[in-house]
């Protein structure tokens, strides 16, 4: 028999408990909401199963995914009728699917209600736009019968700008609140993380963060209220002595001013620790921080030995990548910091 490959040389180190804590502190901002929790794109690259169990355990009841596939990887660990599927039924078969497994479609358009009609309907959850003009049902198509015919759960809506000052979070509240007062509907929904700081207006029954479940912090109000949950961490595979003169990586863009040791990590763009990173990213080892030199590789990177002169071949190193400083320095969103982290890592 094959014997099982040897463990990988890079991990994503997931805090469970700081995950928990966010969704607690979430929670309690929501003020008489329950928060949800989005768990889509692989729980933002955390891993799906692994942020649904621990977010579950914390006391989230409703989760959000974008796709079907995502909703299945998730059966088994979150009740089917918890679980909200944000892209809807695009078929018959997404529709029947739905039906047969018992997990929740949200509607975005009449198309899709009388989809799910067809299919013999049931508990669902209905998303309008009120103005991101992304998915959802334009609010002039809010009285159409197949609308009508539909048995809604969750009313949600989806804010473009909560993140932001801007009087567009109070003019989607506002259409978000006259849906709701048309649409028959158990419980309403509208605040993503950033919506659940712009106050108790904004939260409805029902909040559905993501981002700042997973350490983003989208805006001021929830610095100090959310810990860092993902930590990249990688085996340095080579340490070498480099003469003042000589030059790291592809293109040669960096050049040793002096002679110095080096390490090769096990990180590369490849991973998701993207070329934005040469010479601007930073590794740590306990309290040494090792500069990124040069460009980033496919598969690993070159760092700054300096601080840390007693590391060796076979240590591990970890990547600075707190969200909201990390977006300032990479130019990334925080959303794209995470959703990019490659599946070579152990999680
Ligand atoms: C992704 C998503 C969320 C979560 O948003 P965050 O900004 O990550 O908190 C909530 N609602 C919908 C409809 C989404 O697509």
Not at 76 to 86: C, G, I, N, T
Not at 107 to 127: F, K, T
Not at 247 to 253: F, I, K, S, W
Request: hydrophobic letters at 50%.
């Amino acid at each position: 028999m094959m014997p099982d490959a040897p463990p990988a040389a890079l991990r994503l180190a997931v805090d469970r408990a700081a995950l928990a804590g966010n969704w607690r502190a979430l929670d309690l901002m929501s003020g008489a909401a329950a928060a949800g929790a989005a768990v889509k794109a692989d729980g933002y690259g955390i891993g799906a199963r692994l942020t649904a169990q621990v977010l579950q355990d914390a006391g989230a009841r409703d989760f959000f995914v974008a796709h079907w596939g995502e909703a299945a990887e998730l059966l088994d660990v979150v009740a089917p009728a918890r679980l909200s599927v944000l892209h809807g039924p695009l078929t018959a078969v997404d529709a029947a699917w739905a039906q047969a497994t018992g997990m929740r479609p949200v509607i975005n358009s009449v198309r899709q209600a009388a989809l799910w009609l067809a299919s013999g309907g049931g508990p669902c959850d209905l998303m309008v736009d009120t103005g991101i003009n992304r998915l959802g049902l334009p609010l002039t198509d809010l009285g159409d019968p197949a609308i009508g015919g539909l048995a809604v759960d969750v009313l949600l809506s989806h804010l473009a700008s909560a993140d932001e000052d801007t009087p567009q979070n109070a003019a989607q509240l506002a259409r978000w609140q006259g849906a709701c007062a048309q649409i028959p509907h158990r419980r309403a929904s509208l605040a993503n993380s950033a919506g659940i700081a712009l106050g108790p207006a904004y939260h409805g029954a029902l909040t559905r963060p993501g981002l700042a479940l997973y350490g983003g912090v989208p805006r001021a109000e929830l610095a100090g209220v959310i810990r860092q949950v993902a930590y990249p961490q990688a085996a340095l595979m080579q340490v070498r002595m480099l003469a003042a003169g000589e030059r790291v990586g592809y293109n040669a863009t960096f050049t040793a001013p002096a002679p110095m040791r080096v390490g090769v990590v096990a990180l590369g763009y490849a991973d998701g620790y993207l070329r934005c990173w040469s010479g601007k990213g930073l590794m740590r080892a306990g309290e040494a921080v090792l500069p990124v030199l040069g460009l980033v590789s496919m598969d690993m990177s070159v760092v700054d030995l300096a601080e840390a002169p007693d590391l060796a071949e076979g240590d591990w190193v970890e990547a600075e990548y707190s969200l909201p400083q990390a977006a300032a320095a990479s130019g990334l969103s925080q959303y794209e910091l995470l959703t990019l982290l490659g599946r070579r890592f152990s999680r």
